[in-house]
């Protein structure tokens, strides 16, 4: 049967024009594999449990290979088409009965090598079909019904949002989510819309409500100025078409820079086994090896009760690749972009693909990569510069009412730039205010932006996940201190200065010491490789230059402060773990906070030339204004990776194009 079952999925794959074949050992599942996958485990619980209802598919994705091996292939051969890596597994999360079950299939095999039964706090993320039935159920029960009628409102107008519910120190024996609607009404603009007062609790796995409440009634916002569709029309974009972007399957080669990407179901966008050739030394040099979105904690700072709850975990309780979005030319990516399709599974096991998921693009923003005007030659005026034309890989979630444009640029000066662009709309409260005056004397908790309209005040927080390779695995986390130094004076080399300031290096010892507030002292930080100095003795490594200060400001008993505890900090560097890629831990939904990265960081390991992953916080602290409603303009924050004494020179200098 099994024979049968990989014939039609390879004629499928043949008829769709997928590839179905593994070329690089972190490439993302194929279509072919994740319906194998889904062959070997519902015969394997057909057989050996009859009696258990179809699995659910929560999370399927590659069970990473060791790393060692992965960069052993990878150096073994420039080129590695015909030889074959000697494992290929995938780690699956399954709900049976409910029960979660922690899978690994081997692939080469089409066996289940572990079934484990994860006993512990949270539950995996949640399918697009159990959200949609949890939406129906609402609009179908008999009380929803009666409040709607009661209020005037047309039901087929209705749209209803499940949201996840966090945790509040209750006994979480059930998966839920709580519902909230909003009134269409001749918009599409929904969120402008909020129907308050009206809130259900709705067990997902045995789809009915648990609970309804209907505590009172306000204002429907207006319609008018709800809407912001536009005429698409094509964008200008100052992008040449052709480009030098090499693409096999999932390896880019650009300029100066090679690395892997991939698409995945919970992090959205992958970059993998980046190396930057070194025209000195005439050889790739490791920088990234690994780099994702980690997790998100968006909290609101509305305490009522219909909105205390809203503390997402997006990454970990639905997934950015899940939310991905088929890019558009002209709006997401411009002319000359190429696009990547993404593949992942169902609740039920089978093939999902988004088209386009994510682009890769040349882009010139007319800006000078390097310029110098010289004067000071006799008789000539010399001006010498370039322009800088950089590589970016792009992928657009939309979670809900906010869509997240991430961003990964390469530039070749050796910087990598990540970049996050906020966008969307604002999630409202209704209100009986029409006026900001009237709101003088209460707490809105946020700002009215129309009339009946109030956007809450929230926190966006993306935190990445940063597996560095600075010219090899063995790395040290340095603070560059800046220190004002007062100038000596009366001393035969006597100066009129008075003050001046140096740099003190200091090698950082321990995970706990690695955590950092951005923004609280002058300091430069880098990761360096202590085994390499270029010629004149400087320690090789990249500069971490960081974005906005932004931390959690939430109270550190606070429940949702708990869960995403790793919020405090900014920065974080810990020993390299293939397990930990997941700051707000693996089963985000309905977690604890007893596991993830604050957690693994208090076993304190020694940080002093050890494979080490950087954790870096991207933050917002956002009061929405009136220019963001109906729907807001791009915020934008980010980092850069910068060379630090990585090359010998100006690598820009001395570009060899990739043959």
């Known amino acids: 049967m099994i024979i049968h079952v990989l014939?039609?999925?390879?004629?499928?794959?043949?008829?769709?024009?997928?590839?179905?074949?593994?070329?690089?050992?972190?490439?993302?599942?194929?279509?072919?594999?994740?319906?194998?996958?889904?062959?070997?485990?519902?015969?394997?619980?057909?057989?050996?449990?009859?009696?258990?209802?179809?699995p659910t598919f929560h999370f399927l994705d590659?069970?990473?290979?060791?790393?060692?091996?992965?960069?052993?292939?990878?150096?073994?051969?420039?080129?590695?088409?015909?030889?074959?890596?000697?494992?290929?597994?995938a780690n699956v999360v399954i709900r049976v009965n409910g029960e979660t079950h922690e899978l690994v299939v081997d692939l080469i095999t089409d066996s289940i090598v572990s079934d484990r039964l994860h006993k512990g706090n949270g539950y995996p993320p949640f399918t697009f079909d159990e959200l949609l039935v949890a939406s129906r159920v609402s609009t179908s029960y008999p009380k929803f019904q009666d409040?709607?009628?009661?209020?005037?409102?047309?039901?087929?107008?209705?749209?209803?949002?499940p949201l996840t519910t966090g945790w509040f120190g209750e006994a979480a024996i059930k998966r839920v989510v709580r519902v909230t609607c909003f009134y269409r009404g001749g918009t599409s603009n929904m969120w402008a819309r909020p129907i308050e007062g009206i809130s259900l609790l709705v067990d997902v796995e045995r789809i009915q409500v648990i609970e309804y409440f209907d505590r009172f009634k306000t204002p429907l916002p207006k319609l008018e100025g709800a809407d912001f569709q536009t005429r698409r029309g094509s964008s200008v974009f100052c992008n040449e078409k052709n480009s030098s972007i090499t693409i096999d399957m999932h390896e880019v080669r650009w300029a100066n820079w090679e690395f892997h990407v991939a698409f995945d179901a919970r992090a959205g966008v992958i970059i993998s086994t980046a190396s930057i050739f070194d025209p000195t030394r005439k050889r790739f040099r490791r920088v990234l090896y690994r780099g994702h979105v980690?997790?998100?904690?968006?909290?609101?700072?509305?305490?009522?009760q219909e909105w205390y709850y809203r503390t997402f975990?997006?990454?970990?309780?639905?997934?950015?690749?899940?939310?991905?979005?088929?890019?558009?030319?002209?709006?997401?990516?411009?002319?000359?972009?190429?696009?990547?399709?993404?593949?992942?599974?169902?609740?039920?096991?089978?093939?999902?693909?988004?088209?386009?998921?994510?682009?890769?693009?040349?882009?010139?923003?007319?800006?000078?990569a390097w310029r110098h005007t010289e004067v000071g030659v006799p008789g000539k005026l010399i001006i010498s510069g370039e322009v800088e034309v950089n590589l970016v890989v792009r992928m657009v979630a939309t979670v809900g009412n906010y869509d997240?444009?991430?961003?990964?640029?390469?530039?070749?000066?050796?910087?990598?730039?990540?970049?996050?662009?906020?966008?969307?709309?604002?999630?409202?409260?209704?209100?009986?205010?029409?006026?900001?005056?009237?709101?003088?004397?209460?707490?809105?908790?946020?700002?009215?932006?129309?009339?009946?309209?109030?956007?809450?005040?929230?926190?966006?927080?993306?935190?990445?996940?940063?597996?560095?390779?600075?010219?090899?695995?063995?790395?040290?986390?340095?603070?560059?201190?800046l220190e004002t130094v007062r100038a000596k004076g009366k001393t035969v080399n006597s100066t009129p200065r008075r003050s001046y300031w140096?740099?003190?290096?200091?090698?950082?010892?321990?995970?706990?010491?690695?955590r950092i507030r951005v923004g609280l002292e002058p300091v430069e930080l880098l990761i360096i490789n202590p085994k390499k100095k270029?010629?004149?003795?400087?320690?090789?490594?990249?500069?971490?230059?960081?974005?906005?200060?932004?931390?959690?400001?939430?109270?550190?008993?606070?429940?949702?402060?708990?869960?995403?505890?790793?919020?405090?900090?900014?920065?974080?560097?810990?020993?390299?773990?293939?397990?930990?890629?997941w700051a707000g831990g693996f089963y985000a939904d309905r977690s604890h906070g007893d596991d993830g990265l604050a957690t693994w960081s208090n076993r304190n390991k020694g940080i002093v030339n050890k494979d080490l992953v950087v954790w870096y916080t991207v933050g917002f602290h956002h009061n929405p204004q009136q220019e963001d409603y109906p729907v807001m303009p791009v915020l934008y924050d980010g980092f850069e990776l910068r060379p630090s004494n990585f090359f010998e020179r100006n690598p820009l200098l001395k570009i060899e194009p990739l043959t």
């Open 7 to 54: 014939i039609l999925a390879t004629l499928l794959c043949l008829f769709l024009n997928i590839p179905t074949y593994q070329s690089h050992p972190l490439d993302p599942l194929t279509p072919l594999e994740i319906n194998t996958i889904r062959h070997t485990i519902k015969k394997f619980y057909s057989h050996n449990t009859p009696s258990s209802n179809n």
């Open 62 to 89: 590659i069970e990473e290979p060791e790393k060692n091996h992965v960069l052993k292939w990878l150096s073994s051969d420039r080129n590695r088409k015909n030889r074959s890596f000697p494992t290929r597994r």
């Open 147 to 161: 409040s709607i009628a009661k209020r005037g409102l047309n039901l087929s107008e209705i749209t209803c949002m």
């Open 294 to 304: 980690s997790e998100t904690f968006v909290p609101y700072m509305d305490p009522t």
């Open 313 to 368: 975990l997006d990454v970990g309780e639905f997934g950015f690749g899940r939310s991905a979005n088929s890019l558009v030319p002209f709006i997401d990516c411009p002319e000359n972009a190429v696009y990547m399709d993404g593949y992942m599974a169902g609740g039920d096991g089978h093939v999902q693909k988004v088209p386009n998921a994510i682009c890769i693009f040349e882009s010139f923003a007319g800006n000078v």
């Open 404 to 481: 997240y444009i991430l961003d990964w640029e390469f530039k070749k000066s050796g910087s990598i730039k990540v970049g996050v662009s906020l966008s969307g709309v604002l999630e409202m409260k209704a209100t009986k205010y029409t006026n900001a005056d009237q709101t003088k004397t209460d707490e809105i908790y946020g700002t009215l932006v129309a009339e009946n309209a109030i956007a809450v005040n929230h926190d966006h927080f993306l935190t990445y996940y940063l597996d560095l390779d600075i010219d090899g695995a063995e790395n040290s986390f340095v603070k560059s201190k």
């Open 502 to 514: 140096r740099v003190v290096k200091e090698t950082v010892e321990t995970e706990s010491d690695a």
């Open 534 to 581: 270029t010629k004149i003795g400087n320690n090789v490594g990249y500069k971490l230059i960081t974005g906005r200060p932004a931390i959690s400001l939430l109270v550190d008993d606070d429940y949702p402060q708990i869960r995403a505890s790793y919020t405090k900090y900014q920065i974080w560097v810990t020993c390299y773990n293939k397990t930990e890629r």
